[in-house]
């Protein structure tokens, strides 16, 4: 089987922006292989046709289509495998995944191909103009959030060291490139530049399935947490509160969010999502099928740890219901409920969430403002207002983001940035009850088809995948 690697994914890009944007008169004078961005690219029509393309590349079944939500909870202590599956994610759910792994390497490949479409947006000569800042400023912000991810999952948390090893750093098509792997702090150093750019270029909201100003900055707050920098997180979070125009969801009308399959156009809690319908779907592939069990796979299940967190009155319980599967008591995931026409959409970040990042940014040195903005989420869920102090009070924040923000893939992430173990409940298999953070698979490996590929990665394989 042919490898797919960093240079292939760069020739692929560039013959299918050919053979998509070029008319007759055009490819008679040019042969479609000898096209580069700028050629292939040359007008704003093609931009957007190219932007489409890169928001269509997150929708692959390796990211946003469904794995990474599922890799989010299920490496956390979230999600578990039913003993009645169909041995997807299976090596996740035992933390015995390999090198060669498929979906360790088709979320770097995807992730790649999301990049090099990206930067053929960037790198367009095309005259400015309001239109062409607009585009390319959704396709700084589709790069950012590709690095953010990529980093996340193939190098050790930012909080450990910046000075070491993170992903391959492309933002230039080169078609024979053999990249190196960048420093963590470059790589966040190129996510925040692209943001602060996005940010400044972009002026227009479409809807919650494209990028706009508002939700570029909420990503940053996402990016600075994860950094550590409590203080910029902070302000990013409340720029997006005060002055985007989005509401978060209320407890009366939660329930008809998450079953509502649409773009929202009325800045009501979302402020991205990936986006399908009844054409543009995975089919059996999608996010839904892995949870209901009613006609799906219904391999992945709520841990009983986690539901047991949520309250009686508590709105978000109602997402969660209990029955039995493979003779064993079971807590089924509905948050996403349309597999046929119209799918769900993934949620990638929430106005909810902006109060989250403000909450545990305030503490430890405001602790007012802490439990201010925890509890504009308790509020919105009929749950207990949390009124501690001290440790207490962080870890009552980071119990309501795991409550919130179940089966959104941040759980693992939050693990991560937090340098924390993961203690499973006994939902899952014996072998892997207890995660250290020291576990050499808390980290991805670089896949094994790139080492093979590019000599100059070869010898920075992350420790303990030798």
Not at 46 to 51: K, M, N, R, S
């Amino acid at each position: 089987m042919k490898r797919i690697t960093i240079k292939n994914m760069i020739v692929t890009t560039v013959l299918l922006l050919s053979l998509a944007s070029c008319e007759k008169s055009f490819l008679e004078l040019q042969p479609p292989t000898s096209l580069t961005p700028e050629f292939a690219l040359a007008t704003e029509a093609d931009l957007q046709v190219a932007l489409r393309g890169a928001y269509a590349g997150l929708k692959n079944t390796a990211l946003y289509g469904r794995s990474l939500p599922v890799l989010g909870d299920i490496m956390a202590d979230n999600t578990y495998q039913s003993t009645l599956n169909t041995n997807r994610y299976t090596s996740f759910n035992l933390y015995n995944y390999l090198v060669t792994d498929g979906d360790v390497s088709g979320l770097w490949n995807a992730s790649y191909t999301v990049i090099l479409r990206a930067n053929n947006i960037i790198n367009s000569p095309i005259a400015d103009n309001a239109n062409i800042q607009q585009i390319k400023g959704e396709a700084y912000a589709i790069r950012a959030l590709a690095y953010f991810n990529l980093v996340r999952y193939f190098a050790s948390p930012y909080t450990v060291d910046p000075s070491k090893l993170g992903v391959p750093v492309i933002t230039t098509y080169q078609a024979d490139l053999k990249p190196e792997r960048a420093k963590i702090a470059d790589v966040y150093g190129l996510i925040n530049k692209d943001l602060d750019k996005a940010y400044t270029l972009m002026t227009k909201f479409t809807n919650s399935s494209q990028f706009s100003k508002y939700s570029a900055k909420a990503l940053q707050a996402k990016v600075y947490l994860t950094m550590g920098d409590k203080t910029n997180a902070k302000t990013a979070a409340l720029d997006v509160i005060t002055n985007s125009g989005f509401t978060a969801i209320s407890s009366a009308a939660h329930a008809g969010y998450w079953a509502g399959v649409a773009p929202r156009t009325d800045k009501v809690e979302t402020l991205l999502e990936i986006s399908f319908d009844a054409v543009a779907n995975n089919a059996f592939d999608a996010l839904s099928y892995i949870y209901l069990q009613s006609g799906n796979y219904g391999d992945m299940l709520c841990s009983t740890e986690l539901y047991d967190l949520y309250e009686t009155a508590d709105i978000r319980k109602s997402l969660y219901a209990t029955g039995t599967r493979g003779g064993l008591a079971s807590v089924f995931v509905n948050k996403y409920t349309s597999f046929t026409g119209d799918h769900s959409d993934t949620k990638v970040v929430r106005m909810s969430e902006m109060y989250l990042i403000a909450a545990e940014a305030s503490y430890p040195s405001n602790t007012v403002d802490a439990l201010k903005y925890v509890n504009e989420v308790t509020s919105r869920r009929g749950a207990t207002a949390i009124a501690s102090s001290g440790s207490a009070l962080l870890e009552d924040i980071i119990t309501e983001r795991r409550k919130e923000l179940a089966f959104e893939g941040e759980r693992y992430l939050d693990m991560q940035r937090l340098q924390r173990n993961i203690v499973r409940s006994k939902n899952y298999p014996s072998s892997a009850l207890s995660i250290e953070f020291s576990n050499y698979r808390r980290i991805m490996p670089i896949p094994q088809g790139e080492l093979d590929a590019n000599p100059n990665i070869k010898s920075q394989q992350n420790p303990g995948w030798f």
